[in-house]
Nanobody, 127 residues
Framework: VQLQASGGGSVHLGESLKLSCEVF????????IGWYRQAPGNEREGFAC????????PSPEFLKGRFTVSRDAARNTVYLQIDNVKADDAAVYYC?????????????????????WGKGTQVTVSS
């Protein structure tokens, strides 16, 4: 299995960005696909997830109401859209075959034994 993240680039404050994670070697509905990001000087953090087995995935406070995870079965791709982009959204974004989300209620973790990561895609935010 391989993942390929894409869609990064430069975005202005308040705009939306949409990233893609294409799945190779499996179908996107067979795997949990988690989104992570790492800003300079910070640890990598998971914040979003697409898992066919769970329709009640929590979200971290800093993204509530601002992001959408979706999928296109025909393209075997999972998408992440972040709306109203903020300066703190500037980071390298990754997708992986696992989900880890720290939220107000605790820690959400989904892993079925596969630990595959796509190469990161850089997002820069300008005013």
């Amino acid at each position: 299995v391989q993942l390929q993240a894409s869609g990064g680039g430069s975005v202005h404050l308040g705009e939306s960005l949409k990233l893609s994670c294409e799945v190779f070697g499996s179908t996107q509905d067979q795997l949990p696909i988690g989104w992570y990001r790492q800003a300079p000087g910070n640890e990598r953090e998971g914040f979003a997830c697409m898992d066919e087995r769970d329709d009640n995935i929590p979200s971290p406070e800093f993204l509530k109401g601002r992001f959408t995870v979706s999928r296109d079965a025909a393209r075997n791709t999972v998408y992440l859209q972040i709306d109203n982009v903020k300066a703190d959204d500037a980071a390298v974004y990754y997708c992986a075959t696992r989900c880890e989300i720290r939220h107000d209620g605790g820690f959400y973790n989904v892993w079925y034994g596969m630990d595959v990561w796509g190469k990161g895609t850089q997002v820069t935010v300008s005013s």
